[in-house]
């Protein structure tokens, strides 16, 4: 079974009480690396794809015996990628790039093969930990890759690097052109390590040798402001962020309103966006969702703070597990969702270990709202567009629902 044995994925019905862990991966795959898309991924901070990932023990095709559902267009064959990994490996060759090639072929948009060693980044990432030098980085259209922003107090940060910085060279390679999972591989290693990152910045070179160390994101982060409403930030859904939310709201002063900020959320567990949304809702229906056409449900627990009012925050960034959140609310009447459309990432894949130890990841479903909306491909539009000042159309919304002065 692919990946470590602590981090099997596998949906459950919440009904019955079990657990579903379904990851986003939140480094972008190969689609992103071409330019096809330009938007912020953590270079140093993420696992290796931009996936959605769930396993289940008694899914078709995972050794149940079940014949597998026909496959759906723009998906990869199981069969075939397993077969062609095994004859590459058969005749000495690389496995893991026999398997990309049927993958590439498929039109599987998020389909992806990824070795060993970066697949055993899970553990690190969904623990909101990792070894790096605390850098964000996106791709863009001519290949360039630059930096999006900095952790605070991280090796990048001290170095005075800042967004906007080139990123040319990792260790004398040229990163330019590559696939930005590459580029998170390069500045991955053990912490105390150095790193030697060549840049330019406004025309002029830079060049930084780091200290890798291991870092820390904190997911969720609270303020009051000053008409007291409280801002709950999720910047993912690592474990332990659906808890947190729900402590945010429970400590929010009686009677206020709150703004989820979900913007720039790529994702991350499905289990934390659940009690995340959870805080919100009186139990019922967060999201469906199909593997290999076998339908799926996950609900809420009853309990949660359906008086106070809400308001959702989102942008292009959101993706995922926060288009999960963010569906769930709109559709279930919770909350005034504020901002720009959401990324559009709504579909689920799952690992197939290959015979050199590579995983694949290879769509099998998609999720839906509540309401039976597709997260996937036209994302979720908000009900107030607004580009600029969000926040500030986020109170004039709480304000004519009876919050603040």
Known sequence: MPGPSSFCLRPRDLRRGAALTLVFLV???TAASTGCWDFDTPADTAGPAAALIARRADAPGQGSGT??????AGT???????????EAAAAGESGKNAAQEVVSRSGDRWGAVYDRGEYETFAEDLDGRWTGVGLWARSREDGRVEIDRVQPGGPAARA???????????????????PVREVVALLRGAAGTSVAL????DGAGLARTLLREELRAEPVTVRELADGT???KVASFTRGSGERVRAAVRAAPPGSGVMLDLRGNTGGLVTEAVTAAAAFLDGGLVATYDVRGTQHALYAPPGGDTDRPLVALVD??????????????QDRGRAVT???RTFGKGSVQMPTELPDGSVAELTVGTYRTPGGRSLDGGGITPDLAAADGVEDRARTVLGGLGVGP
């Open 27 to 29: 480094a972008v795959g």
């Open 67 to 72: 014949p597998a559902a026909p496959r759906a």
């Open 76 to 86: 990869a064959d199981r069969e075939a990628v397993v077969r062609a990994a095994a």
């Open 160 to 178: 005075g690097l800042r967004a906007g910085d080139r990123l040319l060279s990792v260790d004398g390679r040229d990163v330019t052109g590559r």
């Open 198 to 201: 060549g840049l330019t910045r």
């Open 230 to 232: 409280t801002v709950i």
């Open 316 to 329: 292009g960034g959101t993706m995922s597990a926060a288009e999960l959140v963010t569906g769930a609310l």
């Open 338 to 340: 504020v901002g720009s």
